[in-house]
C-alpha cells in the first residue's frame, strides 16, 4: 500500500481535443507499487486519459501529481523521468526496426550503458521469445509478441510507474494469461502499474482497486473484489444480468 | 568512427577529386550540364532531410530555392558582395523554415503536402506585389562577373561542387547522429517516439530547416550564374517535384542515393529527351508511375539487394 505520496495523483483533471471535451473532473489515484485499473467501454476517454498522463495531451483543468510534484507543462520526457512509463494502444513498435532496436529505444532518455544492458537480459529472461527473435524486425511478430516487445520496451525505460493501455487487445486468452503473469511479476518487484482494460474480468483479477469510468467521467472506484461483485457492473461490462 | 562512416566519407572524397577534375576534360556545354546536376544534387539530398528521413512529403523545396535566390539578387542589388550575399541567403532561408515549420509541422501526411506546396505560391505572390522590392513580375537583374566565359563556367561549377560536397557532407554527419536515428524513428512511428521521449518537433524542425539552408544557397548561386531571376523561374512546382523523384529514383533515405538519382534523372533528360521535346513532361510522370510501381525503394535498394541477397534479416 501506499505510503507519503502518491506515485500519481490526478486531481479533477479536464482535457480534449480542441473544441471536444472529453474528460471531465478525473480524480484517480495510484499508490507506490499499487497495481489498479481503469475500466470502461470504447470511446469513454481512457486512451486519452493515459495521453495526459504520459504528457503527450495538455490538460485543459485540474492537475497532475507525481511524487507530489505537479508536472503542469511538462513534456513526455519530463513524465519519463519522473518514472512514468506509457505502453500505448495498439503497440506501436517501429515496425521496420528489429525486437532488440525497439526494447533498446525504450532507454532512449537513459545513458547509464551497463544498467541498460543489464535490463535489456532481465527483458530476454522474462520474455524468452524476445530473445529469440531479436534480430527480427519487429512487425514481422505475432500480436502477442508485439504486445510483449511493447511491455518490454516499457520496461526498459526502469518505470515506477507503468501505464498499460489495452493490454489484451487481439490477444489470444493463452498469451493473455502469460501476460498478465508477467504483469503480476513486474508489480511484485515494486513498479507501480496503471492498466487501462475493456476485458473488464481480466482486470480485476489483476488489480487491487478498480477505477470505472464512462462517458468521461468516473462512475466508480473501489477494491476490484467489490466491483467485481457489484451488480450493476456486471451487468454493464460483463454482460451477466 | 566505425567503417561504414569511413566509407561514406572516403566515397566522398573520391567522387570529389574526380569531379574536381572535371573542367580539365569537359567542353563548357558540358561544365553547365555538370553544374546543374550538382545544383539539384543539393535539392535532392537536402529534401532527403525532411521526405526521407523524416517521412514528411514536403513541396516546399521550391520556395526555399526562389527565396534564397530572392534574398541574393535583392542583396546584391544593394551592393553586398556576391559570396556573402549566398551565405546571407542560406541563413535565411533557415531561418524562414524554422518559422514556417511552427506553422505547418504539426500536420501530418497530404495535409502536409498540400500546406508546404502552398509556400511557393504564397511567395510568389508576395514577390508580384512588391515590384519596387523584387523587381515583381519583371524579374531581378544581378552583376556580371567581369571574367572570360570559360571562367564563369568553372567558376559555377566549383561553386555548385563545393555546395553539393557541403551537403552530402552534412548528409553523412546527419544520418549517423542521433538526430537522424530519432527522425527515423519519427517516420515509422512518430506517436512511439514522443511517448519514448524524442523531441519530436524540435526534431522535425531540424529536418525541415537542413533542407531549407543548402536550396537556399543553391537558390542564389543559380541567380548570379544566370544573372537575370522571375518568380515563374525560381519558384516553379518542377522544383520541388524533381528532386523528389530524384531520391525515390536513387534511394529514400540513404546517403548517396539523392546524388544518384539526380545524375541518373539529369542524364535521361539530356540524352533522350531532347529528341522528345513535345512529350518531356509526360516523360516525367511515366517515370514515376514506373518508380513507384517497381522500383520503390530506388535504384540504391536494388544494387544492395543483389549484393546482400534477398531474405537476408537485420
Known amino acids: ?132 527473435r531479436r534480430r527480427q524486425d519487429a512487425g514481422t511478430l505475432s500480436g502477442g509478441e508485439q504486445q510483449m516487445c511493447a511491455l518490454g520496451r516499457g520496461l526498459m525505460a526502469r518505470p515506477s510507474l507503468v501505464l498499460i493501455d489495452e493490454l489484451s487487445l487481439g490477444l489470444a486468452p493463452r498469451v493473455m494469461e502469460l501476460l498478465s503473469e508477467r504483469l503480476r511479476e513486474i508489480n511484485r518487484s515494486g513498479v507501480a502499474v496503471l492498466l487501462v482494460e475493456q476485458d473488464v474480468m481480466n482486470a480485476l483479477e489483476l488489480a487491487t482497486r478498480a477505477y470505472v469510468i464512462d462517458q468521461g467521467r468516473v462512475t466508480k472506484a473501489g477494491l476490484s473484489a467489490s466491483l467485481a461483485s457489484d451488480p450493476a457492473i456486471r451487468e454493464a461490462y460483463m454482460g451477466i444480468a | 568512427m566505425n567503417t561504414l562512416g569511413m566509407k561514406s566519407w572516403i566515397a566522398l572524397a573520391v567522387v570529389a577529386v574526380l569531379l574536381a577534375a572535371l573542367p580539365l576534360v569537359g567542353s563548357n556545354y558540358f561544365l553547365r550540364i555538370a553544374t546543374t546536376v550538382c545544383m539539384y544534387a543539393v535539392m535532392a539530398q537536402s529534401w532527403n532531410f525532411i521526405g526521407g528521413l523524416a517521412g514528411y512529403p514536403s513541396f516546399a523545396t521550391a520556395a526555399f ?64 506585389t512588391l515590384p519596387d522590392f523584387t523587381g515583381g513580375g519583371k524579374g531581378l537583374n544581378l552583376p556580371f562577373l567581369r571574367i572570360s566565359v570559360t571562367a564563369q ?76 531571376i522571375d518568380p515563374p523561374d525560381v519558384f516553379d512546382v518542377l522544383l520541388a517535384i524533381k528532386p523528389m523523384v530524384m531520391v525515390l529514383l536513387g534511394g529514400l533515405g540513404t546517403i548517396f542515393g539523392p546524388p544518384l538519382g539526380a545524375v541518373i534523372l539529369l542524364s535521361f533528360e539530356e540524352l533522350v529527351w531532347r529528341s522528345f521535346l513535345t512529350v518531356h513532361a509526360a516523360a516525367l510522370g511515366f517515370i514515376i508511375v514506373v518508380l513507384v510501381l517497381f522500383l520503390p525503394n530506388g535504384i540504391l535498394a536494388l544494387v544492395r539487394e543483389r549484393l546482400v541477397g534477398r531474405g537476408t534479416v537485420t
Open chain 1, 1 to 132: 500500500m501506499s505510503v507519503g505520496a502518491p506515485k500519481l495523483a490526478i486531481e479533477r483533471l479536464q482535457a480534449g481535443y480542441g473544441d471536444v471535451q472529453v474528460l471531465w473532473d478525473i480524480t484517480i489515484e495510484v499508490g507506490t507499487g499499487e497495481l489498479v485499473c481503469l475500466i470502461g467501454s470504447n470511446g469513454a476517454g481512457k486512451t486519452t486519459l493515459m495521453r495526459c498522463i504520459s504528457g503527450l495531451l495538455a490538460i485543459t483543468a485540474g492537475q497532475i501529481v507525481v511524487d507530489g510534484r505537479s508536472m503542469a507543462q511538462a513534456t513526455p520526457a519530463d513524465f519519463l523521468r519522473a518514472g512514468i512509463v506509457h505502453v500505448p494502444e495498439g503497440r506501436r513498435l517501429f515496425s521496420a526496426m528489429s525486437v532488440r532496436d525497439n526494447l533498446l529505444m525504450g532507454a532512449y532518455l537513459r545513458d547509464d550503458k551497463e544498467r541498460i544492458a543489464e535490463d535489456l537480459d532481465r527483458v530476454y529472461a522474462m520474455f524468452p521469445i524476445l530473445a529469440e
Open chain 2, 65 to 128: 530555392f526562389g527565396f534564397g535566390a530572392y534574398t541574393s539578387a535583392i542583396l546584391q542589388n544593394h551592393d553586398a558582395p556576391m559570396l556573402l550575399a549566398w551565405g546571407s541567403a542560406g541563413l535565411a532561408a533557415f531561418l524562414f523554415a524554422a518559422f514556417l515549420g511552427g506553422a505547418i509541422l504539426h500536420l501530418r501526411g497530404h495535409y502536409f503536402a498540400i500546406a508546404s506546396l502552398i509556400i511557393a505560391e504564397m511567395l510568389r505572390e508576395i514577390v508580384n
Open chain 2, 153 to 228: 563556367a568553372q567558376f559555377f561549377f566549383y561553386a555548385m561542387l563545393a555546395l553539393a560536397i557541403l551537403c552530402t557532407g552534412a548528409a553523412i554527419v546527419i544520418h549517423r547522429s542521433k538526430l537522424g536515428f530519432g527522425l527515423r524513428c519519427i517516420q515509422q512511428n512518430e506517436d512511439a517516439a514522443s511517448i519514448l521521449g524524442v523531441n519530436a518537433y524540435g526534431y522535425k524542425t531540424a529536418a525541415f530547416c537542413l533542407s531549407a539552408v543548402f536550396v537556399g544557397v543553391a537558390g542564389a548561386i543559380y541567380a548570379s550564374w544566370v544573372n537575370y
